[in-house]
């Protein structure tokens, strides 16, 4: 089972930045991140598919970049112009088996709060 520990959250005000890093413990195939935010379910938000395409929720399109470093197994997450609506906690995971799948490994999570 791949080992995933996500770091970077805290507590920011509205329009700033922050970022989230995931180090694996080994390749997987594909890998994003998602929140869940409190009440509520949780959503995937950016991820890389199994051919490397990246792909984001509507949510943080233009607001948020995925980004990986293979070599180091590091993904990145930069959140810009962050908004209250962005609180969440926010988890790395991995090995989708198939597109619209859940992720079969997942990390503990990481705490994202956005102050108005």
């Known amino acids: 089972q791949v080992h995933l520990v996500e770091s970077g959250g805290g507590s920011v005000q509205s329009g700033g930045s922050l970022r989230l890093s995931c180090t694996r413990s080994e390749y997987t195939k594909n890998w994003g991140w998602l929140r869940q935010a409190p009440g509520k379910r949780r959503v995937g938000i950016a991820n890389f598919d199994t051919q490397g395409r990246i792909a984001y929720a509507d949510s943080v399109r233009g607001r948020f970049t995925i980004s990986q470093d293979s070599a180091a197994n590091i993904m990145y997450l930069q959140m810009n112009n962050l908004k209250p609506e962005d609180t969440a906690t926010y988890y790395c995971?991995?090995?989708?088996?198939?597109?619209?799948?859940?992720?079969?490994?997942w990390g503990q999570g990481t705490q994202v709060t956005v102050s108005s």
């Open positions: 995971a991995a090995n989708r088996p198939r597109p619209g799948d859940e992720y079969t490994d």
